[in-house]
Nanobody
Framework: QVRLVESGGGLVQAGDSLRLSCAAS????????MAWFRQFPGKEREFVAS????????MYADSVKGRFTISRDSAKNTVYLQTSSLKPEDTAVYYC???????????????WGQGIQVTVSS
């Protein structure tokens, strides 16, 4: 059974940083591209960042480019999202996802975590 478990969320102030982690189990981690999405209330999930399975190629949404960094540790079967210079508009539920290809479309991902809340106060 595949499980993706996010951690590291919480309440922070504008300008702060957080590191989100997603621990994967039940799959061969190195064979999967990983991504982070986020969802605002009443909205569909939107792409944040992805990292490819083979070369670790990264891709970012324009809204987070330069502030967020995605990385992966195959020894720990974990993908990270290091956030910095957080803004109130970054407040959302953040989801980890695993897919066969690194892409910005949510529909291309096969497995999802349960999500974790990040709240940025002004």
């Amino acid at each position: 059974q595949v499980r993706l478990v996010e951690s590291g969320g919480g309440l922070v102030q504008a300008g702060d940083s957080l590191r989100l982690s997603c621990a994967a189990s039940g799959l061969t981690f190195s064979s999967w591209s990983m991504a982070w999405f986020r969802q605002f209330p009443g909205k569909e999930r939107e792409f944040v960042a992805s990292i490819s399975r083979t070369f670790g190629t990264t891709m970012y949404a324009d809204s987070v480019k330069g502030r967020f960094t995605i990385s992966r540790d195959s020894a720990k079967n974990t993908v990270y999202l290091q956030t910095s210079s957080l803004k109130p508009e970054d407040t959302a539920v953040y989801y980890c996802a695993a897919g066969r290809t690194s892409a910005s479309r949510a529909g291309l991902y096969d497995y999802w975590g349960q999500g974790i809340q990040v709240t940025v106060s002004s």
